[in-house]
């Protein structure tokens, strides 16, 4: 086994990337992986070391590239193979870690080994799928059982000409594959292989908790929904063949190879079962992320709610990123840390305050940046970028799990105004709008229109043109507070230090400290857009990072104002 004793991704900072939103090198309107490498300088000056790219390969693009047709080539809207190779060499040349997002609970309909599976029922590749006989009532065809899949549809679709179907999780254009299956399971590691050797870093493991499947299909007993579906994880999300599966990916694959691991791990996954997965000493890959910290502030599957109904629950955030630190701190090298991905709405806009863009800005990364684990930024955090302004519901349809998400809204009868709201506000669509380069048209993203709708807050300053120039933007306090974050004393506070919540039943501050050595790391964040008192019985010798100018302190209360944070470092007292 190559070695990993340095951990060293404990002091990196990861940047994720969606491919067709960060630059169009080329000109027609998609992000591009050529558009990546020339950001690379700029990439670099974050701090960030570590890269996690959205999926690239050959693709119908259903799923924007999770669908994917060909794991071994470069989908030619992204560029080349070469242009990829070329990426792994310029990331390297600066110190930055690439991880590739490893799509391997289904393919899409178009690949070969599904084709293969169509047209030969007997055949192997056949095995490499779900295919159940469909249930038949009174002479009409209904799916195997009553599972729901995650994007809104049942889990199964009818092969035409056939009493057949095949499962689903997500979009209808990706069969689930079959991980029981010996040679399926080669298939994959063999993909890993080819990637490792061409020198990637490691992977970041799609829906990974879904690699296994309750193989009985009996229907699920849940409540079911009005269309007589339920979505049941319980049938097929973190069940006990994954861990074995992944035990067998390591042994084969990963322990061959000095890379890092990082799981998608949806489903509900509990941070004890999480360490099935990233124990250090018995489990199989390095980090989980998990999505428990993505909606504490009830916008979850909220349509029937208001907008003024949305509000963050920092007691849950406090509730959620604790117990999974205290769960993993003694089994794991480290835990992923972020607010916002491509599967999400911006984090500006779930926990901070278009109106308070640069303090709420600012704020989230701090209260990020300084938890114990990885953190991760998406791309866009550290310019302010936020939800899209969208009037329409077509505007979704560009990401199937919104469209379907409207239609299935609108068959219970909802109004185009509820589902526009409730997507401007929880759709992931709002996560994967182009990169803010400048003040030019398009956001100086792309020469020509874009395929998906640039935000036009790029006008008002939301582009890093305008963050360079401004010395109190949240890009240069992003670097900041990145260089601090990677300063060895601090990196040793966070890891070897004491961890605690200050004040932890204070429902509008997030503070926490780390004790080390007679020393103190405080951490305090405002989440509300008011004046909050608060009670810091800390020393605060030295203000290491703050996003106000001065601050009012006396007999241990501070007076925090709209999304003020400070991170402060001081000697214990007596
Ligand atoms: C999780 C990915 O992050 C998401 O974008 C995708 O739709 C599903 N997995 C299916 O691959």
Redesign the pocket.
């Known amino acids: 086994m190559m070695h990993k004793e340095d951990f060293w991704w404990r002091n990196s900072i990861g940047y994720v990337i969606y491919p067709s939103a960060y630059y169009d090198f080329n000109g027609d309107g998609v992000g591009d992986l050529r558009g990546i490498v020339s950001k690379l300088d700029y990439i670099a000056s974050l701090g960030v070391d570590l890269l996690w790219i959205c999926p690239f390969f050959d693709s119908p693009m259903d799923?924007n590239g999770?669908d994917v047709r060909d794991y071994y080539h470069v989908n030619p809207l992204f560029g080349s193979d070469e242009d990829f190779r070329l990426l792994i060499k310029e990331a390297h040349a600066r110190g930055i870690r690439l991880l590739v997002d490893f799509?391997l609970?289904?393919t899409s309909d178009e690949h070969p080994l599904f084709q293969m599976a169509l047209r030969h029922p007997k055949g192997k590749e056949a095995g490499y799928y779900y295919i159940r006989k469909g249930r038949r009532r009174k002479g009409k065809l209904y799916p195997p059982n009553n599972w729901k899949g995650y994007f809104s549809t049942s889990a199964w679709k009818r092969i035409e000409g056939t009493d057949k179907f095949y499962l689903h999780l997500?979009s209808e254009k990706?069969p689930d594959v079959n991980w029981e299956n010996k040679d399926l399971r080669q298939y994959y590691y063999n993909v890993a292989r080819y990637y490792l050797d061409l020198g990637v870093d490691g992977f970041r493991l799609?829906?990974v908790s879904h690699l296994g499947k309750d193989q009985s299909f009996g229907d699920s007993e849940l409540p079911l929904d009005e269309d007589g579906m339920v979505l049941d994880s319980s049938k097929f999300a973190n069940r006990e063949e994954v861990f074995s599966y992944l035990r067998e990916f390591r042994e084969e694959v990963l322990d061959h190879y000095d890379c890092l691991t990082v799981a998608?791990a949806g489903g509900c996954l509990s941070p004890e079962d999480s360490l099935k997965m990233s124990d250090k000493e018995k489990g199989s890959i390095d980090m989980v992320f998990n999505f428990d910290c993505c909606w504490c502030n009830g916008a979850y599957g909220s349509i029937d709610k208001n907008d003024n109904e949305i509000h963050t629950d920092v007691l849950a955030l406090k509730r959620n990123f604790k117990r999974w630190y205290l769960a993993t701190k003694d089994h794991v090298s480290s835990l992923p840390l972020y607010w916002c991905n491509?599967?999400h709405p911006r984090a500006l806009s779930q926990y901070g305050d278009i109106n308070f863009r640069k303090e709420s800005g600012k704020m989230l990364i701090t209260c990020l940046l300084f938890q114990y684990g990885t953190p991760f930024l998406y791309y866009g955090e550290e310019i302010g970028m936020s939800n899209v302004t969208y009037k329409s519901i077509r505007d979704f349809d560009i990401d199937i799990?919104a469209k379907n998400a409207s239609a299935y809204f609108k068959k219970l009868g909802y109004k185009d105004d509820r589902i526009l709201s409730f997507l401007c506000r929880t759709s992931r669509v709002n996560g994967r709008q182009p990169m803010q380069w400048g003040k030019k048209r398009y956001a100086s993203f792309s020469k020509v229109s874009p395929k998906t709708k640039v935000n036009p807050n790029y006008k008002d300053g939301v582009n890093v043109e305008d963050n360079e120039k401004d010395p109190s933007s949240i890009l240069h306090y992003e670097r900041k507070a990145a260089a601090i974050r990677k300063d060895p004393d601090i990196h040793k506070m966070i890891f070897e230090g004491r961890f605690a919540y200050i004040d932890e039943a204070n429902y509008d501050v997030f503070a926490y400290c780390y004790f080390h050595k007679g020393e103190i790391l405080s951490v305090v964040c405002n989440f509300r857009s008011r004046n909050i008192e608060f009670y810091l019985p800390n020393p605060m010798d030295e203000v290491l990072l703050h996003n106000y100018d001065g601050y009012s302190y006396a007999k241990d209360r501070l007076i925090l104002r709209p999304f003020e944070c400070l991170v402060v470092k001081g000697k214990r007292h007596g």
């Open positions: 799923d999770y799509v609970n289904h997500f990706m799609d829906a998608e491509h599967d799990s």
